[in-house]
């Protein structure tokens, strides 16, 4: 009976997974978040990974923008981090 229900169903339908996604919360716990601030930028720690930043307005919006929408912005910068190497 089931496969005749799948078989129903468009195979793009079937092959589609549903990717994960975190709560906002559950985003925020999972890396410690610290900001050293430096004579001349900031440099943000996230986890493992630091950026600099050279103003403290460019560090505080990518703060923001990441206490915001944690989830996405990691996404973000998994990619800038794997582009470089």
């Known amino acids: 009976m089931n496969d005749e229900v ?10 589609m997974t549903k990717e994960y996604r975190p709560s906002r919360g ?3 716990r999972e890396y ?9 930028g900031v440099v943000v720690s996230v986890g493992c ?3 600099a ?3 403290i307005k460019e560090a505080m919006e990518a703060v923001n923008k ?3 929408s944690p989830y ?3 996404k973000r910068w998994r ?4 582009n470089q190497n």
């Open 6 to 15: 799948m078989m129903e169903q468009p195979m793009e339908e079937r092959s």
């Open 26 to 28: 559950e985003s925020l």
């Open 32 to 40: 410690q978040i610290s900001m050293r601030f430096l004579s001349v």
């Open 49 to 51: 990974k630091e950026i």
């Open 53 to 55: 930043f050279t103003t």
């Open 66 to 68: 990441y206490v915001e």
């Open 72 to 74: 996405e912005e990691s």
């Open 79 to 82: 990619e800038i981090f794997e």
